[in-house]
């Protein structure tokens, strides 16, 4: 082989390389803002969440408090607060899997049906409504 054809080749080489090299670093790059995407959507899903039920829990306590005084607390409120965490349990898209395995919106509903039967003492169930909140916030954590 000649001086030219070793040159022609090494250069055809380091073109090669450099061009496999950005193309690699594309596919790393997106890859890489896409997984960034999903975790970015995955929390906003939770944080809907979360703000719904603690919206819920705060509704829920003060109807319950209010039923029988001469000043009930709005009942649509507390309705609308309710129909708002159910839509967001049932229809967010990248949490989906996360909130059935873990059988949240099921563990929530029951909570409420607790704070309706604990009459003014709110502490147990709003501990474990604090709590199932803090398994939520562990989740969206995790990514």
Avoid: C
């Avoid at 603690?54 to 003060?62: G, L, P, Q």
Wanted: aromatic content about 8%.
């Amino acid at each position: 082989m000649d001086q030219q054809t070793v040159t022609l080749v090494a250069a055809g080489v380091g073109v090669s390389g450099a061009l496999i090299g950005i193309a690699i670093g594309h596919f790393l790059t997106r890859n890489s803002q896409h997984r960034q995407w999903l975790r970015d959507n995955r929390k906003q899903e939770f944080k809907e969440l979360v703000t719904a039920m603690s919206h819920f829990v705060i509704e829920h306590m003060a109807y319950v408090s209010s039923i029988g005084s001469v000043l009930p607390q709005s009942k649509q409120a507390y309705l609308d607060s309710m129909k708002a965490v159910y839509l967001i349990a049932t229809d967010r898209i990248y949490i989906h899997v996360d909130l059935d395995k873990t059988d949240i919106p099921t563990r929530f509903l029951e909570i409420m049906e607790h704070f309706r039967d604990s009459g003014s003492n709110f502490d147990s169930p709003a501990d474990k409504a604090s709590e199932l909140l803090q398994e939520l916030i562990a989740m969206a954590r995790k990514g």
